[in-house]
């Protein structure tokens, strides 16, 4: 609901600013600065960022699916022989029917040589059984020889399977395609994966400590300008009316002059102190313009808007509870051990953070074990046989990752870490120190600058009873010009010395809760 507001309330001021004159306050003030300055937007960003990181950190408890596919053309196809023996293969049925087709010849000749034989023949008509036997056998041999058929069809039955085999061992891969669904799942990765939650978790709180720092040096940007408006308005009408003042007494010393009770010289006197009013009144406007632009800057708007502080025409901006409040510090009893500064959180975690890094070098001597499992398609593929075709298969594994020897890397890493857990640690406590200093420094400046303003309330007492017994006494004409301007210039300077101390009040107690932490936004 208050950041709500935040960002409703600049809204509404900025479609009034040309409408006419805005008078804005302290919160209003603020709540623009907060909206509209880039230091705080990039600090609010930095902290989405880090809320990413630490989802993003988180992330890696679940397993990880990842799609995989790749083409692959090749000039040559792989050959499981060489060609010298792939074409041999291709060649042993046509020899083999070239040597058969030569002893078919040969043997045909041999028996008509026989045939012809005087000898075989004597023989063959001494034994008509056997010569009755030779015929038959011959007859069917010769029937055989002469009728090729069967034996053709042996020998391109024997072709075909030799060029079979020699195209088998032949692979066609010129078009290579490959696709894999895989799931990882890490087991246990030594602590690694805990150590980085737990140090997105501390940046991301680093951050929301860096917004909180951010807001907290704008709100100081924001009332320092403030303040210093609101002295240099009040310090305007101050010199405004002591220019009045000395309008009044040079026109009643002009009068004097002329009745014979006052000298050329206390006319002269009074005119510089004018003139002199005149340009503090010129130094003062230069001045209260200067800072309003640098409030415009601060605060995001436009340098030409036209506005008023609420409090610039109030006397009370010092209440009675602030001075009691400054009044009852005591600064020997004021430490800053138990501040909430968020430069001192901030440190806190980058302490944790190192810490956390120092398991991470640790875990570098542990074992990394990791789940898979997936499926896979090839083409062309050998699961029956090599085939130009897309098939797959699943695979379910466990990986374990070891180390054994890294030559002293991962101890000098400890090592590391631990020097910079030190050096972190070093760091906070002199922060630590310094902002118990500030603490008190800031509590010490309070109490004097309430000290100031007491002082200046008796200050400004004396000169306003100092300044009425002097107008008096120039009206009874007891007293010369002279002592009236004195009186004037203690009354201007008390005055201005009241208006400063108010403000050093304010901006001393705004130092005070920014150095303990308690400035609220």
């Given at each position: ?18 409408a ?28 989405e960022i ?37 074409n ?12 058969v ?10 028996i ?86 737990r ?61 014979g ?38 605060c ?11 409090d610039?025409?109030?006397d ?14 005591d ?23 190192y ?118 006494g ?17 009354w ?30």
């Amino acid at each position: 609901m208050k950041r709500l507001i935040l960002l409703i309330i600049p809204a509404l001021l900025s479609a009034n600013l040309r409408a006419q004159t805005a008078t804005f306050t302290l919160d209003s003030c603020r709540a623009m600065a907060i909206s509209n300055n880039k230091d705080v937007r990039m600090s609010s960003i930095d902290k989405e960022i880090a809320e990413y990181n630490k989802k993003a950190a988180f992330s890696k408890f679940f397993p990880r699916v990842n799609a995989m596919g790749a083409y692959v053309y090749t000039s040559k196809d792989i050959h499981l022989i060489s060609e010298e023996q792939e074409n041999k293969l291709r060649n042993a049925t046509t020899a083999l029917g070239e040597q058969v087709s030569g002893a078919k010849t040969s043997l045909l000749q041999q028996i008509g040589q026989l045939q012809q034989n005087p000898q075989f023949l004597q023989f063959l008509q001494a034994n008509p059984q056997i010569a009755q036997a030779v015929q038959n056998y011959t007859s069917q041999l010769v029937q055989a020889l002469q009728n090729p058929g069967a034996i053709e069809n042996a020998l391109m039955a024997a072709s075909n399977v030799g060029n079979e085999l020699a195209d088998a061992l032949t692979l066609n891969t010129h078009n290579i395609f490959v696709a894999s669904i895989m799931l990882t799942q890490p087991v246990y990765m030594g602590g690694k994966i805990i150590s980085y939650n737990r140090i997105t978790d501390y940046l991301n709180q680093v951050e929301e400590n860096k917004y909180s720092l951010a807001n907290q040096e704008l709100i100081v940007k924001v009332d320092e300008a403030y303040w210093q408006i609101v002295a240099l308005e009040s310090k305007k009408k101050l010199a405004e009316s002591y220019a009045n003042l000395l309008r009044t007494l040079d026109a009643n010393v002009d009068k004097m002059i002329e009745n014979g009770f006052a000298t050329k010289a206390d006319g002269l006197s009074v005119k510089v102190k004018l003139n002199e009013a005149e340009v503090s009144i010129i130094q003062v406007d230069n001045g209260l313009i200067l800072c309003k632009m640098l409030l415009c800057q601060v605060c995001g708007i436009p340098f030409e808007t036209d506005f008023t502080l609420a409090d610039a025409n109030q006397d009370d901006i010092i209440t009675l509870a602030d001075i009691s409040e400054a009044e009852n510090i005591d600064t020997t009893e004021v430490d800053g051990k138990n501040v909430n500064r968020p430069e001192l959180n901030a440190l806190e975690l980058a302490d944790k953070i190192y810490q956390e890094k120092v398991k991470i070098a640790r875990a570098e001597f542990l074992p990394n074990v990791v789940l898979t499992g997936g499926y896979t398609w090839t083409n062309p593929s050998c699961f029956d046989g090599f085939e130009n075709k897309m098939k797959g298969m699943w695979t379910v594994g466990v990986g374990v990752k070891i180390p054994i020897i890294t030559s002293g890397e991962r101890i000098y890493k400890t090592r590391v870490a631990k020097l910079e857990a030190q050096k972190s640690s070093c760091k906070y406590d002199e922060t630590h120190e310094k902002i118990e200093l500030q603490v008190k420094q800031s509590s010490q400046r309070v109490v004097e600058a309430s000290k100031r303003l007491a002082t200046a309330q008796k200050s400004l007492q004396s000169a306003e009873e100092n300044l009425r017994y002097a107008e008096i006494g120039l009206k009874e004409g007891v007293i010369p010009v002279s002592n009236v301007l004195q009186a004037q210039t203690g009354w201007l300077q008390a005055q201005s010395t009241m208006v400063q101390a108010k403000i050093d009040l304010k901006l001393a107690q705004l130092y005070l809760n920014k150095a303990t932490g308690n400035l609220n936004y």
